[in-house]
DNA sequence: CAATTGACTCGTATGCTGTACGATGAGATG
DNA sequence: CATCTCATCGTACAGCATACGAGTCAATTG
């Protein structure tokens, strides 16, 4: 990623400089802070390597010091906001379904607050705190007694539903104001889609009902194959 | 979408021109069409209002005639490319799992086709072909038995996996050449991750069985719901 | 026939974007 | 003092979407 920053941690320099600098000095960590601040206040077209500079009082240039190009930028990001803080303690330590869930709970948590990651994961680089959660996830249904060759089916199948639940909510959850434009035009097609209509596939905002019941489906599939 | 062109179909002038126009008029079909092969050839990136004026002997401003913005271009790319022939007739009238079946896998392979379609269909607009497709995909599965309750979630749990499959395939279907690079990669970070190392989450290729053994999680969790 | 209208095309210009390149300076080391 | 490395940043360039207005024609109207 940054290619030219010196292995890893060295000595800062002071920094007093002829015209006082008022901000810290440039530092990944600074860098990536401060895009996850952009991207969550503007999404990811709010982000661009002028005004990340801008929000850190440094020149646009100056970042290039520290990453090799913008995906860098967003590659950190996303596997900062990603962090997990470790297996929780207080879940009763058999029952595997019940660890599955908070698992993919937290992590869909995680990713509805900052909406943008959601669709910036797939092409981007998988970080090490997004490898930790495969990993644990996998841990879990391979204690469980899924079959090895069951497995890989089985993990990428609960990735599916929490990428998958949280990016189709960020695309149809329709703000108030939109929803009476949104109900309208629907309206209009009930005559060709009549189910969809029915059921209000397009209206229902349940989104984490509906993302628990996907995931009880997938459960209960898994639950027979052990 | 598009605003100044009037209502729908009108004569179209023949167009002789003084400097001898070798190019056919531009029309939204044909503008949809070169889209879709730009797309095809070069990804959402390789897509450029003037590259596309380019391929179509035009001016690039004259795309803005018969289209509002950019955004309209890749609506219509994606709708067009989601066309669906109508449900198959050669399957067993009572087997839903079939139908489900059929039609994901239909759906999918229309993807996979255009891999680019996968990473737009999330904050695109739902055109009229995907609509046909969930309504298909809802009369199935409410035919079937699905209670009208979990009718939603069944819906867009399916959507997701098939979503969510497409886009994982395309993220980290490794090229030959890249594979030999991520196995060594991976290797150096089996200590980290020993569950992920010994199923080989991200070296198994076989997307398609991925995509159909999840299907069936899904398809069976579904069975017990009826 | 002449004048007008409306459909359509397109050149130019504006303000963005990511980033290549090279100049600049500070602190450390010789 | 001379060099070297770390770090910052101004300028420049090519490419992007698109606003605006001028241009060209065919069909319509008087």
């Keep these: 990623m940054a290619a030219k920053r010196s292995g890893a941690l060295k000595k800062r320099s002071p920094r007093p400089a002829q015209e006082p600098r008022n901000e810290p000095p440039l530092s990944l960590e600074r860098i990536v802070a401060a895009a996850v601040y952009l991207l969550d206040a ?7 390597m002028r005004r990340l500079a801008d929000r850190l009082g440094a020149g646009t240039m100056s970042l290039y010091w520290h990453v090799d190009n913008k995906g860098d930028v967003l590659d950190l990001a996303l596997d900062a906001v990603l962090e997990y803080p470790g297996p929780p303690q207080p879940v009763v330590p058999g029952d595997w379904r019940a660890e599955v869930v908070h698992l993919l709970e937290h992590w869909r948590a995680g990713m509805l607050r900052h909406p943008w990651s959601a669709s910036l994961l797939p092409g981007r680089a998988l970080g090490p705190n997004i490898l930790n959660r495969l990993e644990l996830l996998g841990g879990i249904l391979s204690r469980a007694g899924v079959a090895d060759a069951e497995l890989n089916a089985a993990i990428w199948s609960l990735w599916n539903h929490v990428m998958g639940a949280t990016v189709t909510r960020a695309s149809f959850d329709f703000s108030e104001d939109d929803r009476a434009a949104a109900q309208q035009r629907l309206a209009r097609l009930g005559e060709r889609y009549p189910t969809i209509e029915r ?17 009880d489906l997938l459960l209960d599939g898994l639950a027979t194959r052990r």
């Excluded at 503007?42 to 661009?48: K, N, P, R, S, Y």
């Excluded at 059921?199 to 995931?215: A, E, H």
């Design 42 to 48: 503007e999404g990811v077209a709010g982000l661009t």
């Design 199 to 215: 059921s209000r596939l397009l209206l229902d905002d349940d989104w984490d009902g509906t993302f628990r019941k996907g995931l």
